[in-house]
């Protein structure tokens, strides 16, 4: 699903490009929340090109890219304005009383913690910010059981891999020792992705658990394979083969506790 605005310099486009997210975002499946932080996010780009874009008083034309492919959300900023990379600007403290803050500098800020990845770069004289959204379904049924399965959408790599390891330390409690991470909507991985699952594996495996995969494209599983990163039994063509293997360690936990009792 795509979406281009070719949009004036002018803050009356926020209505358009409003409709155009909500239309975008929400055909696609996502929830109110994301359809209300990428709004929010592209409307602090947005008037902050027409604040300080074009020093001449004349309308100028922004362009807006909305994409959502295989899950993951993305929106492209292009402009003709003078050369401004946001992303180097200095984040504004907001360990201050609201009081005493200098006046500005929360528009970006507050872009860049609602978007998953935010990424600048000048190209052909012209300004062009990309942000990006990754979905991640929780399923927590099981929780209880200490089982959950994750299914994430789009990629992880060096942009996304942050807030993917964001989406799911919190979901690491005391109790949860398996994880499924089921990758049927996830088609690229890089090493900043690795590293991640690594970590989450890691403490999954110190407390008795494991992580899980199903699900696993061609080219993933080679770049598992190329790496040497994961043992044959913790990979599953299936959920219902991963349920199998979940018991099983789980009924070999309870032996434990038993012998040890």
């Known amino acids: 699903m795509t979406r281009a605005l070719l949009l004036a310099s002018r803050l009356e486009e926020l209505t358009r490009l ?3 997210v909500d ?3 929400l055909g696609a499946g996502f929830p109110e929340a994301v359809a209300f932080e990428v709004n929010v996010a592209l409307e602090e780009v947005f ?4 604040a300080y874009g074009f020093p001449d008083a004349g309308e100028h034309a922004i362009e807006v890219a909305l994409s959502v492919e ?5 929106a492209v900023v292009a402009d003709g304005g003078v050369p401004f990379d946001p992303l180097g600007a200095p984040e504004p403290d907001i360990g201050r009383p609201v009081e005493e803050r200098p006046h ?3 528009g970006i800020f507050i872009a860049r913690r609602f978007m998953d990845a935010v990424v600048y770069r000048r190209e052909g ?3 062009l910010l990309t942000m990006t959204v990754m979905h991640v379904d929780v399923d927590s049924a099981r929780a209880a059981e200490g089982f959950l399965k994750v299914t994430p959408h789009g990629s992880i790599d060096a942009q996304t891999a942050a807030a993917f390891d964001e989406s799911v ?5 005391e109790k949860t020792r398996v994880v499924l991470l089921d990758f049927s909507h996830v088609e690229y991985v890089s090493s900043a992705g690795l590293q991640v699952l690594f970590r989450v594996k890691k403490d999954l495996v110190a407390r008795g658990g494991d992580l899980l995969f199903a699900h696993l494209k061609p080219q993933i599983a080679k770049l598992f394979q190329v790496v040497n990163a994961l043992p044959k039994e913790s990979v599953f063509a299936t959920i219902e083969e991963a349920d199998r293997y979940f018991y099983s ?3 070999k936990e309870i032996n434990r506790r038993r012998e040890e009792g």
């Open 104 to 106: 500005g500098g929360l």
């Open 23 to 25: 239309e975008l975002v």
């Open 47 to 50: 008037t902050n090109v027409v």
């Open 18 to 20: 409003r409709e155009a």
């Open 169 to 173: 330390r919190p979901l690491l409690g």
């Open 70 to 74: 295989g899950g993951e959300l993305r």
């Open 249 to 251: 360690v789980m009924n």
């Open 125 to 127: 004289g012209r300004n």
